[in-house]
């Protein structure tokens, strides 16, 4: 995957292939990783927050309020929202 994917390092050639720059900020993603990638962007394009949110909790994710409670599935879905 390409970890800075903007405009600047895209480019469309004359024959309407991507041309992609600077591979500074690349890595490799485990097939796992793509399909649960794939799921979490599944779950937000159908706006299913519950599925969104057990997504992170399986891989780990915690957020807690300023009391410490952990938070509901609409606020793991937003931080989702942004990472996506």
């Known amino acids: 995957y390409n970890a800075d994917p903007h405009p600047g390092n895209i480019l469309v050639l004359p024959d309407g292939k991507l041309g992609l720059l600077d591979y500074g900020m690349v890595g490799r993603i485990s097939e796992s990783d793509r399909k649960t990638i794939a799921r979490t962007i599944l779950a937000l394009e159908n706006k299913d927050k ?3 949110a057990n997504i992170y909790r399986e891989n780990g994710y915690k957020a807690t309020n300023s009391k410490g409670d952990l938070v509901d599935d609409n606020v793991l879905h937003r ?6």
């Open 79 to 84: 931080f989702a929202s942004f990472h996506f």
């Open 50 to 52: 519950r599925t969104t």
